[in-house]
């Protein structure tokens, strides 16, 4: 499988796509100013006790106070008060934990009241974004990820993925990090650590710690909610999770953020460096890949398939409903055969809906009735399988009596929302044109101003393509009489996005020239 990611971005906000084997099935927008990400920490204030929740409101800085439950405070939150107090009073002097005393672990099954108290600090880390009207959800075991490890203060242990199969591979890493983690931090060796030397291991914890030393020298500059150690930006976190052999190409158009981008990558993977690419193309690099098409295409109410099955995506403040329907083509001689094509290859799409558009939460499905459990199991194992690729944690349950699929996914962020529906270009929508044969007279009339008060600019017009092949038609084109007129070659680009009637002017910084 081909894996790709297609970066456009520019200083205020940026997009990120993840393709494979040339299918869109990620895509990530976020501004550069964005406040709350996933895996910042923060010093927070507790404001507010809820026993009925038992929770607590906290004040990290903002004007929406973030949510804290118990079950997320996690079994060393007394040794993580009891370090931030002793660093906010200048009573610890180093960021080692060597010499700091771990506290006995806190209860599965206690109560918000006995943990704190109103007003008391406490290290906070992001565990999911603002929902709708939600503040986001904080946690307090912190997490410090890399690409191979994940480094977790108050923690002494090692703990290796589960997705690295091999005995003599775990015990090598194992014993690897053992020798060399930080005392009293606990270390999670990632899949990426497969097959790693010590070195790597050995520099990538060394960075980590170094964090936590950030995180201790702003602790103890004031007493006050604030933010002390942001998450990389989305570039970063998407490279750092997710690069590994099977990505072929990363290409970014924004100079400053690729120079960034290879900087890091240099730091952390200077191997994949070369699969790093600068867009320098003219058109927009998200047309440039065919992006911009499959988003249309994909974020609709009712996405369709090549053969013409189709779903339709409901969302309700409890969940997200999705139908499948086979479509007026498919063939209704054998209908269990049909039910299970349609199911299969209406679950592939399913599962990539589910990573493109994010959505968390519990999703039901209504696939096409069948009546063979055979193809039931057929369908289950497909969806599994199709949403194996999933970063999200998901469980997926066998179709019940019903027909009925569950899946509950991760949300850790909003849904992903982008309305495909556009006004009418040709109307504006107002359901009338100007007449079309005018249009050649108005680029006349607007050409003959521009030469005679801007005789020096080097121009360029833009029209759509009918226009553009009338404009061009013939050896005395209108195109060859403006040479003549003028002295001057106006160079003309079809523009397929442009409805008939449309048409716009550049100079040679390509800036419109506008003359309304």
Aim: hydrophobic fraction near 35%; proline fraction near 4%; glycine fraction near 4%.
């Amino acid at each position: 499988m081909e894996k790709e990611i297609i970066i456009h971005s520019n200083p205020k906000e940026i997009e990120l796509a993840i393709v494979e084997d040339q299918r869109l099935v990620e895509i990530h927008r976020q501004k550069k100013d964005f406040q709350f990400t996933v895996g910042d920490i923060f010093l927070g204030s507790i404001k507010q006790l809820r026993q009925d929740l038992n929770a607590t409101f906290v004040d990290i800085g903002d004007r929406s106070d973030a949510f804290l439950h118990y079950t997320d405070l996690g079994p060393q939150i007394n040794s993580v008060k009891r370090y931030t107090n002793l660093v906010i009073n200048q009573n610890h002097k180093t960021h080692s934990l060597k010499d700091f005393r771990l506290e006995p672990e806190n209860p599965k099954d206690g109560k918000i009241r006995q943990v704190f108290d109103r007003r008391e600090f406490c290290l906070v880390q992001i565990l999911k974004e603002p929902i709708s009207t939600k503040g986001p959800r904080l946690t307090c075991e912190i997490t410090l990820p890399g690409r191979f490890v994940v480094l977790t203060p108050f923690e002494d242990m090692v703990a290796v993925s589960k997705k690295i199969m091999d005995d003599d591979e775990r015990k090598r890493l194992k014993t690897l990090v053992e020798s060399i983690k930080p005392a009293k931090f606990g270390v999670i060796i990632r899949t990426a650590a497969k097959g790693k030397r010590v070195a790597d291991l050995h520099d990538e914890i060394r960075m980590l710690e170094n964090r936590w030393k950030l995180i201790f020298e702003e602790l103890q500059k004031e007493k006050k909610p604030r933010k002390l150690l942001s998450e990389i930006d989305k570039t970063g976190t998407i490279i750092r999770d997710m690069l590994n052999d099977s990505f072929n190409r990363i290409t970014m158009d924004f100079k400053p953020d690729f120079d960034a981008t290879q900087e890091y990558l240099k730091n952390i993977a200077p191997e994949k460096t070369k699969i790093l690419k600068h867009y320098k193309g003219n058109k927009h690099i998200f047309d440039q890949f065919h992006i911009n098409k499959q988003i249309k295409s994909s974020f609709g109410k009712a996405p369709t398939l090549k053969s013409g099955a189709y779903i339709i995506i409901e969302h309700t403040e409890a969940m997200h409903v999705i139908d499948v329907n086979s479509g007026p083509k498919s063939n209704r001689e054998n209908q269990e055969e049909t039910a299970l094509r349609v199911n299969v290859e209406t679950a592939k799409e399913i599962a990539r809906q589910l990573r493109l558009r994010d959505i968390g939460g519990l999703i039901i499905i209504d696939f096409i009735d069948m009546r063979k459990g055979e193809n039931k199991s057929t369908l289950y194992k497909a969806m599994r399988e199709y949403m194996r690729n999933d970063r999200a944690q998901h469980t997926i349950l066998p179709l019940s009596k019903f027909g009925l699929m569950q899946i509950t996914r991760q949300r850790v962020k909003p849904s992903v929302k982008i309305d495909t529906m556009e006004v009418c270009p040709s109307c504006d929508g107002s359901g009338k044109i100007n007449a079309s044969t005018l249009i050649t007279e108005d680029i006349a009339r607007d050409l003959d101003y521009i030469m005679n008060n801007m005789p020096n600019s080097k121009l360029s017009l833009h029209v759509h393509p009918f226009v553009y092949a009338f404009l061009k038609k013939g050896l005395k084109s209108e195109q060859v009489q403006w040479f003549m007129k003028y002295k001057k070659w106006i160079k003309i680009n079809a523009e397929p996005s442009f409805n008939l009637n449309k048409y716009k002017f550049f100079n040679n910084f390509e800036d419109e020239i506008r003359l309304n």
